[in-house]
C-alpha cells in the first residue's frame, strides 16, 4: 500500500519568515495530495491540495508543489503568523472516478511554531 | 464547505463497556465515511471505510469485532468500540466526502475523545 514519509517532524520559525514541509510518497499511482492543518484537539481542516496533473497551485500566503517523477511534494508557507502554528499533515490517494471515495494515507505530521 | 458532525466529542467509561460514536454529513450525502485513530502527537490511521448499505472495509490489523461500523444511511456512520479497555482509549476521527461536489476532498468531524477507566 501507500507510504508517506513527511520531514520534518518539528518546524520552529520566527514571524515573518517561510516555513516549507516535504513529503513523499510510494505509490506512483497516488494522484491527489491534500494538506491539512489541525489545531491541538481540534478537527484537521484542509488548507490546500494538488492533484498530479499540476505541478504548483498557489492560494496567499500557502503553496504546494508536486514533482511526480521523485513522488514528493512539498507545502510552503510565506510571511508565517503565530496563526499558522498548529500541526501540519499531508497526504496521498489515489482518486477515483464519480461514485468512488479513496482512502488517505497521511504523512506522520509536522509541528510547526511561529515564534514573535 | 460540508460539514460533517461528531458525537459524542467526549465520553468516559469503564472497561468492558461499549461505546457509540456518531458521524453524520450534514449538508450533503456520503455513500462513504472513514474512521480514523489519533493517538496523542501522532498521525491519524485509518481504521476502516465505511460504506452504506454494505460491510465496512477494516484496514490491517483492526478487530472488525471490537470496532462496530454500521453506515445505515447516506448520512450517518457509527462506531461502535465493543468491550472498552484502557488501550483504546485515544481520540477517534471521522470523515465523509461529498462525492456528489466532484471533488475528493475530505471533510473531517470534530472527533471523540475516549478515556477508557
Known amino acids: 500500500g501507500e507510504n508517506v514519509e513527511q520531514h520534518p517532524s518539528t518546524l520552529s520559525v520566527q514571524e515573518g519568515d517561510s516555513a516549507v514541509i516535504k513529503c513523499t510518497y510510494s505509490d506512483s499511482a497516488s494522484n491527489y495530495f491534500p494538506w491539512y492543518k489541525q489545531e491541538l484537539g481540534k478537527r484537521p481542516q484542509l488548507i490546500i491540495d494538488?492533484?498530479?496533473?499540476?505541478g504548483e497551485k498557489k492560494d496567499q500566503r500557502i503553496a504546494v508543489t508536486l514533482n511526480k517523477t521523485a513522488k514528493h511534494f512539498s507545502l510552503h508557507i510565506t510571511e508565517t503568523q503565530p496563526e499558522d502554528s498548529a500541526v501540519y499533515f499531508c497526504a496521498a490517494s489515489i482518486r477515483g472516478g464519480t461514485g468512488t471515495a479513496s482512502k488517505l494515507t497521511f504523512g506522520t505530521g509536522t509541528r510547526l511554531q511561529v515564534t514573535l | 464547505g460540508a460539514v460533517v458532525s461528531q458525537h459524542p466529542s467526549w465520553v468516559i467509561c469503564k472497561s468492558g463497556t461499549s461505546v457509540k460514536i456518531e458521524c453524520r454529513s450534514l449538508d450533503f450525502q456520503a455513500t462513504t465515511m472513514f474512521w480514523y485513530r489519533q493517538f496523542p502527537k501522532q498521525s491519524l490511521m485509518l481504521m476502516a471505510t465505511s460504506n452504506e448499505g454494505s460491510k465496512a472495509t477494516y484496514e490491517q490489523g483492526v478487530e472488525k469485532d471490537k470496532f462496530l461500523i454500521n453506515h445505515a444511511s447516506l448520512t450517518l456512520s457509527t462506531l461502535t468500540v465493543t468491550s472498552a479497555h484502557p488501550e483504546d482509549s485515544s481520540f477517534y476521527i471521522c470523515s465523509a466526502r461529498d462525492l456528489g461536489a466532484g471533488n475528493p476532498i475530505q471533510y473531517f468531524g470534530a472527533g471523540t475523545r475516549l478515556s477508557v477507566l
Open positions: 494538488i492533484r498530479s496533473n499540476v
